[in-house]
């Protein structure tokens, strides 16, 4: 089963940046050939996909984080990071990476079976 590990949240003024990261740790090769997505659930709401990336790199996002956000990924370090600029107030959530469904240019949410803790991500005004 993947496991993974998301890091780089805090807390950080509107208009600030941050990048998160998301490393796999075991069953590697499961994580390498898989799309990604990253996900975030904000207090009160469901956890929503905003971002997602395919094993190609063809990449979509969320129209809130549209032109914001942009998603990649290190084939060789097992890792998927989350560059946010321009953050918003609403920004603020639990981020968390996990799988995704890539089919027919579409991204469609899932997961490896679990969750990982996710990255506390506040945006102050």
């Known amino acids: 089963q993947v496991q993974v590990v998301e890091s780089g949240g805090g807390l950080v003024q509107a208009g600030g940046s941050l990048r998160l990261s998301c490393a796999a740790s075991?069953?590697?090769?499961?994580?390498?050939?898989?799309?990604i997505g990253w996900y975030r659930q904000a207090p009160g709401k469901q956890r929503e996909l905003v971002a997602a990336?395919?094993?190609?790199?063809?990449?979509n996002y969320a129209d809130s984080v549209k032109g914001r956000f942009t998603i990649s990924r290190d084939f060789d370090k097992n890792t998927v990071y989350l560059q946010m600029n321009s953050l918003k107030p609403e920004d603020t959530a639990d981020y968390y990476c996990?799988?995704?469904?890539?089919?027919?240019?579409?991204?469609?949410?899932?997961?490896?079976?679990?969750w990982g803790q996710g990255t506390q991500v506040t945006v102050s005004s």
């Open positions: 996990n799988a995704a469904v890539y089919v027919s240019g579409r991204f469609y949410p899932a997961d490896f079976g679990s």
């Open positions: 075991a069953a590697g090769s499961t994580f390498s050939i898989n799309a």
């Open positions: 990336i395919s094993r190609g790199n063809s990449t």
